[in-house]
């Protein structure tokens, strides 16, 4: 994955210099942002190490497209480029795979049997249970709380029931965004 990206930011990097902010940015946005979004649902249990290694990538990224030296503040680049970071996007989209199961757009069996409500686990009327939430699996490593079953079920319990109850696809964007950005 990293190899394609470093590959597409160096050829960026060779004409930075003849083309502006916007078409740096776009070719940003169309040659690495579909690398970086790739299963990244399914690459949120790997090591912290390497999540902050792929950071640094977009971090970096960012100093290509605007030009900015070492010291410059990552946040600020963020948001001079309406970027979100890669942590953002990926609880994002977690999210938003969680709602889209939730409203019976997953039907995947395998999916299915990885998420249970608290309403199946016992009949009594609970707090819990009247918000939606899922059971999170019991781990006892840390690898094991960043398994998709236990991360998607803890992501989706801690989303506001606002959000939890868009109605749309494009409702549960807006909302989360308005939400949990400080990008506006």
């Given at each position: 994955?990293?190899?394609?990206i470093?590959?597409s930011?160096?050829?960026?990097?060779?004409?930075r210099?003849?083309?502006?902010?916007?078409?740096?940015?776009?070719?940003?946005?169309?040659?690495?942002?579909?690398y970086?979004?790739?299963?990244?649902?399914?690459?949120?249990?790997t090591?912290?190490?390497?999540?902050?290694r792929?950071?640094?990538i977009?971090?970096?990224?960012?100093?290509?497209?605007?030009?900015?030296?070492?010291?410059?503040?990552?946040l600020?680049?963020?948001?001079?480029?309406?970027?979100?970071?890669?942590?953002?996007?990926?609880?994002?989209?977690?999210?938003?795979?969680?709602?889209?199961?939730?409203?019976?757009?997953?039907?995947?069996?395998?999916?299915?049997?990885?998420?249970?409500?608290?309403?199946?686990?016992?009949?009594r009327?609970?707090?819990?249970q009247?918000?939606?939430?899922?059971i999170?699996?019991?781990?006892?490593t840390r690898?094991?709380?960043?398994?998709?079953?236990?991360y998607?079920?803890?992501?989706?319990?801690?989303?506001?029931?606002?959000?939890?109850?868009?109605?749309?696809?494009?409702?549960?964007?807006?909302?989360?965004?308005?939400?949990?950005?400080?990008?506006?």
């Amino acid at each position: 994955m990293i190899s394609p990206i470093l590959s597409s930011l160096g050829a960026i990097g060779r004409v930075r210099r003849f083309i502006t902010k916007d078409i740096a940015l776009n070719l940003y946005k169309s040659l690495v942002v579909p690398y970086l979004d790739y299963a990244a649902i399914i690459y949120q249990h790997t090591s912290l190490e390497n999540l902050a290694r792929v950071q640094m990538i977009q971090n970096n990224a960012c100093r290509l497209i605007t030009r900015n030296g070492k010291y410059a503040s990552v946040l600020g680049m963020h948001i001079e480029l309406n970027l979100r970071m890669l942590v953002d996007r990926r609880l994002f989209q977690v999210s938003m795979f969680m709602y889209k199961f939730v409203k019976g757009d997953i039907t995947d069996r395998n999916i299915q049997d990885m998420f249970r409500t608290l309403e199946l686990q016992h009949g009594r009327n609970t707090r819990a249970q009247s918000r939606n939430d899922f059971i999170v699996p019991i781990c006892r490593t840390r690898m094991g709380e960043r398994a998709f079953s236990v991360y998607g079920a803890k992501t989706w319990n801690r989303l506001l029931l606002e959000i939890r109850g868009s109605n749309t696809t494009d409702t549960f964007t807006r909302r989360y965004w308005l939400t949990y950005s400080d990008i506006t």
